[in-house]
């Protein structure tokens, strides 16, 4: 779909629709533009949505390359199936839950710091403890929606660009590993191999030219797309094998409590303490949303909605096995870009998560895709989120408070994450949250802030 046919603001030149109807979020457009426009934010997402728990499985050593692929397939299809379950949440809204408005969820990189020491290298059995403690968390995190207005000054740009910015840290390790070949290729002569990270390039190249020079629909799958140009490169070097996708099932129905259940305080309070960080971004997202595109400020009852789907999506899927989910920023800019509040073209994209969801030979089909290729992608993508934290920080007041705050938490969060040994002696708890990242960034920048003086109102 063209540019020029992509309704906007301006909508009414173009005969699609009034600029009073593009910004009424209860505007149902024809289904021959609500339709492709809704699949157009499922391909803005859907990469992002899927790489959390390729991740994950990765980690925990069930992932690309296991013997059997099942668990991985099953994680796969979760994140589409609740991504699009809490995007009903927030579209439709149910009760006080849901902002109404066209806000896309999807499958958490946040928690990735959290999550990925819980599971590194424990197999299936440790994502009992990791869906646990994320049910756990989805229900402090909705609880939370309530004080959400009474929290936000202790969130200022300082701290939550911080935020963002270790979490991006945090995961460029695994881009280039996935890059070069992936885990169980380091120490061997595969690994770093000229062929890896050439189909990595393929997809970083093609993402580059479609994002640079291509328009519309074309610029915003570029990932998608470049994941598809890299997975044409395997095939043609021969790296791909369809052999998962003949043994899958065509229809996968969630079972409850998949891994288990499994008390961890270390990883309850790493939820809980992320939920904080979740509902800003989301604060954040409905913001835009409203002041950008309505030309309105939100409404308590949206934030407040908004916050309490966060936490009852998450809550929800680690019921059933999936990860946590949160409002996926880039479907904000997508709405910006088209001009389109209607949360209904935001529901027929969360028709197809789900129905993509149910069906396993789509979750296999991802499965064939070669490390290397993902690599490429995820390069991409936790590049942008480390991008995003400094467009974040550039609104910040540089004094030379906030330079001691920023530099003190970035150095000591940074600095423990990549030698995690310094503190071998503490408690098992307190050691996987100090070696996390993010967690201790967000909790010495939110202390310093609250407690050094000249702070701004």
Known sequence: MKQSRLPSAGAAASGLMTAAQARDTDYLPPLAVAIPLGIQHVLAMFVSNLTPAIIVAGAAG????????????????????????????????????????????????????????????????????LTTAALIGGVFHTGLSIFVGRIRFALPPLVTGLVVLMIGLSLMRIGVQ???????????????????????????????????????????????LGLLAGYAAAAVLGRVSLAAVGGAGWIMVPSPFHFGFALSASAIIGFCLMGFVSAIESIGDVTAICEGTAGRPATDRELVGAVAADGVGTALAAAFGAMPNTSFSQNVGLIAITGVMSRHIVTIGAVFLIVCGLAPKIGAVITTIPIEVLGGGVIVMFGMVASAAVSMLAGVAWTQRNMLIFGLALSVSLGLQLEPGAVAHLPETLRMMATSGVLPAAVIAVVLNLVVPGRER
Do not use: K
Not at 188 to 212: C, D, E, I, K
């Open 178 to 224: 996935y890059a070069a070949g992936g885990v169980p290729a380091i120490g061997t002569p595969a690994y770093g191999a000229g062929t890896s990270w050439l189909l990595a390039g393929v997809v970083v190249v093609t993402t580059l030219v479609l994002s640079f020079f291509a328009r519309g629909i074309w610029s915003t799958a570029a990932i998608l």
């Open 62 to 129: 069930f992932g690309f390359g296991s013997p059997d692929p099942g668990e991985l397939i099953y994680l796969i299809q979760m994140s589409m199936l609740f991504a699009g379950i809490a995007t009903l949440l927030q579209t439709v809204g149910l009760g006080p839950v849901g902002a109404r408005l066209p806000i896309v969820q999807g499958t958490s990189f946040a928690f990735l710091p959290v999550m990925i020491p819980i599971v590194a290298g424990h197999g299936v059995a440790a994502m009992a403890e």
